[in-house]
């Protein structure tokens, strides 16, 4: 099946089970913002248990704190939002669509890949056994050609970045005969800037109103708070703050799903070190988070690195995490190291000292900051992308089945157990609400008695439910229960008492968290 079907079935699927719905619906929605459903709110709130505690509760010096989301308008000249956080647009005069310049450059840079893949593919399947990949990399004339054009491409688009020459990055549009995906045609406008920050007024107006701005990251609430948390938390350098919250960004293209809403959360943290260890924290924090991804389990093949070419003038060194979405693979999460910018800039504009006395080196400096910055709504979609499948199963009576099964994590899963009573009758509804009395303080239990048994696991395997447990009569007689695994469908007989440690061990979040790299 097409990518982009997949991507098609998976934002339906995501509607149908309560999951992720268009916000404001019955007025035919609002472009760009979702609400979060009864199974969506749960597996976000999973997503953000398992961040927050892989800092706080694996790093001893890693705290968190829950700024506001309004802050002094000053804090955004502070931080360049306001004169740079722009991003630079341009209409297509024939569909009147709006795009972002860089990102139809990527596009087309991205195609350049796809040929590449493609190529090698088609030798896979040519050269069978024999076929060294390296080489054939190496040495196709092709693909080197690929490769060569590929590259000019990103250098070119990351000097006219650099350089905000706007009539360059029209010309790279043009030079290339990228053309609007819907119109086709190559007939567009100059590029503008465009600043992504909403503002609003905060007072009456009685009382003369002032501007103010909705918050378009989190990572400043952190920042003017350093010497407060670093005073009452007596913290001593290197030390990080963690926080999870709502950024808003009036965002030109919004037409992936969640990929790119104009309201969402955000996970920041930023790292304090002493000037010129940067790079080695860099490194490091480059490393635990990659592995934070990794040990959810969707395979390490679909995660990368991109590092920038582009640096903001602030940065020294910077690197996204990219996860192959179905749309191909695209950025999750930014780790930067931004040097002592902001702490700087804040220390400029309030005319408060901002520094930090490090008794081992008896002086004061500004420390530097590695921050590293993911979205809790990205995040989900990369959970939910990796988990939903499609899959052709055999019935007891060998006829076949479709099923669609979100593999997601136990550890994730906004439901980690069904208790269904094999019949409606018999004493066998009584016996599993009394399994799920005793099971629901610890684990989110979801009782179903309705419909034939595999009726029930398709629903169950549709929510992701990991495990499914089957009441029938035998249970009143030896106080054993059918456990039925989601991923393998295999079923197993357990007593009553075993199902607290079994479900206790496979769900607990702890598990995942040992896994990760420090
Ligand atoms: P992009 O280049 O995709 O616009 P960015 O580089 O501007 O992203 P950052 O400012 O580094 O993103 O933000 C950090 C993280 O916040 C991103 O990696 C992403 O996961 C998330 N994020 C940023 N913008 C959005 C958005 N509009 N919708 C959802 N998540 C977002």
């Known amino acids: 099946m097409a990518q982009e079907d997949v991507f098609k079935k998976l934002v339906a699927?995501?509607?149908?089970?309560?999951?992720?719905?268009?916000?404001?619906?019955?007025?035919?929605?609002?472009?760009?913002?979702?609400d979060y459903g009864q199974y969506g709110v749960e597996l976000k709130n999973n997503i953000k248990k398992y961040w927050w505690d892989s800092m706080v509760l694996l790093h001893e010096n890693?705290?968190?704190?829950?700024s506001a989301i309004f802050m002094h308008p000053t804090i955004w000249?502070?931080?360049?939002?306001?004169?740079?956080?722009?991003?630079?647009?341009?209409?297509?005069?024939?569909?009147?669509?709006?795009?972002?310049?860089?990102?139809?450059?990527?596009?087309?840079?991205?195609?350049?890949?796809?040929?590449?893949?493609?190529?090698?593919?088609?030798?896979?399947?040519?050269?069978?056994?024999?076929?060294?990949?390296?080489?054939?990399?190496?040495?196709?004339?092709?693909?080197l050609q690929h490769q060569q054009k590929k590259e000019e491409l990103r250098s070119r688009m990351a000097k006219a970045l650099n350089d905000n020459d706007l009539n360059e990055l029209r010309q790279i549009i043009i030079d290339n005969k990228i053309v609007c995906p819907i119109s086709g045609t190559c007939?567009?406008?100059?590029?503008r800037q465009f600043n992504l920050m909403f503002s609003t007024e905060i007072g009456s107006t009685a009382d003369g109103a002032s501007k103010i701005y909705l918050r378009?990251?989190?990572?400043?609430?952190?920042?003017?708070?350093?010497?407060?948390?670093?005073?009452t938390g007596r913290m001593k350098i290197p030390f990080g703050i963690a926080q999870i919250g709502k950024a808003f960004r009036n965002e030109i293209v919004a037409r992936q799903f969640i990929f790119?809403?104009?309201?969402?959360?955000?996970?920041?943290?930023?790292?304090?070190?002493?000037?010129?260890?940067?790079?080695?924290?860099?490194?490091?924090?480059?490393?635990?988070?990659?592995?934070?991804?990794?040990?959810?389990?969707f395979g390490a093949e679909n995660y990368r690195f991109h590092d920038h070419e582009k640096l903001a003038h602030y940065a020294n060194a910077a690197t996204d995490i990219e996860f192959r979405f179905p749309f191909g693979f695209k950025e999750v999460e930014?780790?930067?190291?931004?040097?002592?910018?902001?702490?700087?800039?804040?220390?400029?504009?309030?005319?408060k000292k901002i520094q930090y006395f490090d008794p081992e080196l008896n002086e004061s400096y500004t420390p530097y900051v590695i921050e590293t910055s993911i979205g809790v709504d990205r995040m989900f979609l990369q959970v939910i992308a990796a988990a939903y499948q499609e899959e052709e199963i055999e019935k007891e009576d060998g006829t076949k089945d479709a099923r669609v099964v979100l593999k997601l994590p136990a550890a994730l899963a906004p439901v980690k157990l069904a208790v269904m009573p094999l019949v409606k009758k018999d004493g066998l509804p009584e016996k599993a609400e009394e399994i799920m009395q005793a099971l629901r303080l610890d684990f989110r239990c979801q009782y179903d008695?309705?419909?034939?048994?595999?009726?029930?696991?398709?629903?169950?395997?549709?929510?992701?439910?990991?495990?499914?447990?089957?009441?029938?009569?035998?249970?009143?007689?030896?106080?054993?229960?059918?456990?039925?695994?989601?991923?393998t469908m295999q079923q197993e007989r357990v007593a009553i008492d075993q199902l607290y440690g079994i479900l206790k061990q496979k769900t607990d979040m702890r598990e995942l968290l040992k896994q990760i790299k420090l």
């Not at 699927?13 to 979702?34: M, N, Q, R, T, W």
């Not at 007939?187 to 590029?191: D, I």
């Open 13 to 34: 699927h995501c509607k149908e089970y309560g999951y992720v719905f268009p916000s404001s619906e019955i007025y035919d929605g609002l472009a760009a913002v979702y």
């Open 62 to 66: 890693v705290v968190g704190i829950d």
């Open 77 to 143: 000249k502070a931080s360049g939002h306001v004169d740079a956080f722009n991003d630079p647009l341009i209409d297509n005069k024939d569909s009147k669509k709006r795009y972002r310049a860089d990102v139809l450059i990527e596009d087309h840079i991205a195609k350049y890949e796809e040929k590449i893949e493609k190529e090698v593919a088609k030798a896979k399947k040519r050269f069978g056994e024999k076929f060294d990949e390296t080489l054939f990399r190496q040495t196709n004339p092709q693909i």
């Open 187 to 191: 007939n567009w406008t100059e590029v």
């Open 216 to 231: 378009p990251e989190t990572a400043q609430g952190i920042f003017v708070n350093f010497l407060n948390v670093q005073k």
């Open 260 to 297: 790119r809403m104009r309201e969402f959360e955000q996970m920041e943290m930023q790292f304090f070190v002493r000037p010129g260890s940067e790079l080695e924290w860099f490194k490091k924090w480059k490393e635990t988070r990659m592995s934070w991804h990794q040990t959810l389990g």
């Open 334 to 351: 930014g780790i930067h190291s931004r040097t002592d910018f902001d702490l700087k800039r804040h220390q400029e504009f309030s005319g």
């Open 449 to 487: 008695e309705k419909d034939s048994i595999g009726k029930r696991y398709r629903r169950q395997d549709a929510i992701g439910t990991p495990f499914c447990i089957t009441v029938d009569h035998q249970t009143l007689e030896d106080n054993a229960v059918t456990i039925r695994y989601r991923d």
